[in-house]
């Protein structure tokens, strides 16, 4: 018999997942390994946000002090952000986001684009630290980083921030039926592990 002709739309199997974590969960440590499990660009608007400072673009004019102070650089700056690099040269079909959407606001733009090309995220990865947890884990990162936002202040005002505007979104991603909790606590390859065997569970389609 003859094989059979399947054809695969244009971005059919390609991951698109977001973390939803507080600070300190350990997204920025797991999500570069996971995208690049997955063949998919990793993007993290703190990264890129700091780049934009470094540079001192007018964005990056804008968001220095704000992020400095562990308060949310505002929604439409983000989202103009992060749709330029998504869609420009040309659009992405898949990736791992970090840091976005933070708020309600941006998680209805996003749904939006995204419905709008044919492409809404596939898993939102929250991963669950305790509380304690995070403070000690910053603690250990303070001691050798260069971010103004990592002293134990300005941590915690971040945590709040997390807990008003951006915890809402678990509920948010539970209802739309996309939310997948992963213990976040553990060895860095225990937490890798995990993420892995729960995206290699999805349905890419
Ligand atoms: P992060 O590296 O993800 O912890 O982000 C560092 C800082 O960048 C945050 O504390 C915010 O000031 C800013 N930031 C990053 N992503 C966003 C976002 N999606 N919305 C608003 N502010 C953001």
Do not use: C, N
């Amino acid at each position: 018999m003859a094989p059979r002709e399947i054809s695969i739309p244009p971005g059919a199997h390609v991951l698109r997942a977001l973390f939803l974590a507080p600070p300190g969960a350990g997204k920025g440590t797991q999500g570069p390994g996971l995208a690049e499990a997955y063949e998919v660009p990793y993007i993290a608007t703190g990264d890129m946000l700091r780049a934009h400072v470094v540079e001192g673009t007018p964005l990056g004019l804008a968001a220095k002090s704000i992020m400095a102070e562990g308060e949310l650089v505002g929604d439409e700056l983000i989202i103009e952000m992060v749709l330029e690099r998504i869609t420009k040269p040309t659009r992405l079909t898949g990736f791992v986001l970090d840091g976005f959407p933070r708020t309600i606001a941006q998680a209805e733009a996003a749904y939006s684009w995204g419905q709008a090309v044919g492409s809404t995220f596939h898993a939102v990865l929250s991963l669950d630290v305790p509380e304690d947890e995070l403070i000690r884990r910053v603690e250990e990162r303070g001691k050798d980083s260069a971010r103004a936002d990592d002293d134990i202040a300005t941590f915690k005002h971040r945590l709040e921030i997390y807990q008003d505007e951006t915890r809402p979104l678990i509920e948010y991603y539970r209802e739309r039926q996309i939310l997948i909790e992963v213990d976040g606590t553990g060895g860095v390859d225990d937490v890798a592990a995990r993420l892995r065997t729960a995206v290699d569970a999805l349905d890419l389609t």
